[in-house]
T-cell receptor, first 112, second 114 residues
Framework: QKEVEQDPGPLSVPEGAIVSLNCTYSNSAFQYFMWYRQYSRKGPELLMY????GNKEDGRFTAQVDKSSKYISLFIRDSQPSDSATYLCANRPPGGGNKLTFGTGTQLKVEL | GAGVSQSPSNKVTEKGKDVELRCDPISGHTALYWYRQSLGQGLEFLIYFQGNSAPDKSGLPSDRFSAERTGGSVSTLTIQRTQQEDSAVYLC????????????FGPGTRLTVT
């Protein structure tokens, strides 16, 4: 079992839709939870991170962590074609320096 | 300012040959990471350098893989006797310090082993 599981998609939605992207993880010791966005042929860029359970908002993006069920989500409101990318969830295990464990990524396409 | 740069952007090599991939981190960043991204596998951690400490090599898949970081800046990832399963995008990232800090990724080197 991979430490971080993520549905690869692809997920296709119309412009303006609310998008929900999800990950599950197996190691209850994971601390920081991150979402990265990766455009085609580019390196990933950090979108959001959170340390605790609950919600964190940043503009159109909301990250949600449920440590009791080991489930993390990213919601995108009013999705735009420029949001079309692959979204990767990542976790940082304790005592592991700063190396990250990534999910396989979900490919999102927002259509006009 | 300049981000993380990697070279070459693409590399095609024959099975059995050695390859060297280069990473220039953001100036002043003390931590440097190498990851590999294969189709369907996501990003896999390979190796992590922090300052003058011994590198964390726990993610290197075999002894054909090695990396060094000279002068605390530029890093080179070397793959000896390449195999077809080594085909992937090799990504380098750097961050300001140890502990939790944002990792900034380069664009990657796409390696194809024929």
């Amino acid at each position: 079992q991979k430490e971080v599981e993520q549905d690869p998609g692809p997920l296709s939605v119309p412009e303006g839709a609310i998008v929900s992207l999800n990950c599950t993880y197996s190691n209850s010791a994971f601390q920081y939870f991150m979402w990265y966005r990766q455009y085609s042929r580019k390196g990933p860029e950090l979108l959001m991170y959170t340390y605790s359970s609950g919600n964190k908002e940043d503009g159109r993006f909301t990250a949600q962590v449920d440590k009791s069920s080991k489930y993390i989500s990213l919601f995108i409101r009013d999705s735009q074609p420029s949001d079309s990318a692959t979204y990767l969830c990542a976790n940082r295990p304790p005592g592991g320096g700063n190396k990250l464990t990534f999910g396989t990524g979900t490919q999102l396409k927002v259509e006009l | 300012g300049a981000g993380v740069s990697q070279s070459p952007s693409n590399k095609v090599t024959e099975k059995g040959k050695d390859v060297e991939l280069r990473c220039d981190p953001i100036s002043g960043h003390t931590a440097l990471y190498w990851y590999r991204q294969s189709l369907g596998q996501g990003l896999e951690f390979l190796i992590y350098f922090q300052g003058n400490s011994a590198p964390d090599k726990s993610g290197l898949p075999s002894d054909r893989f090695s990396a060094e970081r000279t002068g605390g800046s530029v890093s080179t990832l070397t793959i000896q006797r390449t195999q077809q399963e080594d085909s992937a995008v090799y990504l380098c990232a750097s961050s300001q310090a140890a502990g939790f800090s944002e990792q900034y990724f380069g664009p990657g080197t796409r390696l194809t082993v024929t």
